[in-house]
T-cell receptor, first 114, second 112 residues
Framework: NAGVTQTPKFQVLKTGQSMTLQCAQD?????MSWYRQDPGMGLRLIHY???????DQGEVPNGYNVSRSTTEDFPLRLLSAAPSQTSVYFC?????????????FGQGTRLTVV | LAKTTQPISMDSYEGQEVNITCSHN???????ITWYQQFPSQGPRFIIQ???TKVTNEVASLFIPADRKSSTLSLPRVSLSDTAVYYC?????????????FGQGTRLTINP
């Protein structure tokens, strides 16, 4: 019962480098999203997807790209890493319909940009 | 989306009942209230969701008055493992993963 799996758990990047944070879910959920959490703060929405082939921007999308080619996977790409992107990144998924709509979160990727 | 206000921090002791109140004065007719719990170095975890009156599950109870401008998360007989940050969210149903709006949350510390 994997749920939402994020890789890697930790990453250090140099300014200007690019990388992809991976997110996979095995619950066949339509909704997936990426959040970032800075120290002592709540989570902020970066990008989200309501199904394969459909993505949209959240509150803080600049510097990040996403794509959703399958239901299971929703990778987040950092185009040119900046120190301001140092944060913990969480991926989440949830079903499209239902009663209590619970979002399931991954364990997070702790990213440091130096 | 309705803005929420909750205490920054709370302290309690093992075995006590803890009530965390959230204000959402601008809640809309279609909005639901959801609470999440987050432990250090982990992603948030869904606790409970409700629309009005009272909702109870195996973990907590959620009390929502008739005007719905506030809500109270009640944790019965807390233990040290309930030390976490608790977030109150308000938004259109379904409040799935796509557009959750998190505030700073309430940092709950349970003491022995």
């Amino acid at each position: 019962n994997a749920g939402v799996t994020q890789t890697p758990k930790f990453q250090v990047l140099k300014t200007g480098q690019s990388m992809t944070l991976q997110c996979a879910q095995d619950m066949n959920h339509e909704y997936m999203s990426w959040y970032r959490q800075d120290p002592g703060m709540g989570l902020r929405l970066i990008h989200y997807s309501v199904g394969a082939g459909i993505t949209d921007q959240g509150e803080v999308p600049n510097g990040y790209n996403v794509s959703r080619s399958t239901t299971e996977d929703f990778p987040l790409r950092l185009l040119s890493a900046a120190p301001s992107q140092t944060s913990v990144y969480f991926c989440a998924s949830s079903p499209l319909t239902g009663g209590n709509t619970e979002a399931f979160f991954g364990q997070g990727t702790r990213l440091t940009v130096v | 989306l309705a803005k929420t206000t909750q205490p920054i921090s709370m302290d309690s002791y093992e075995g006590q009942e803890v009530n965390i109140t959230c204000s959402h004065n601008n809640i809309a007719t279609n909005d639901y209230i959801t609470w999440y719990q987050q432990f250090p170095s982990q992603g948030p975890r869904f606790i409970i969701q409700g629309y009005k009156t009272k909702v109870t599950n195996e973990v907590a109870s959620l009390f929502i008055p008739a005007d719905r401008k506030s809500s109270t998360l009640s944790l019965p007989r807390v233990s040290l493992s309930d030390t976490a940050v608790y977030y109150c969210l308000v938004g259109d149903r379904p409040q799935g993963a796509q557009k959750l709006v998190f505030g700073q949350g309430t940092r709950l510390t349970i003491n022995p």
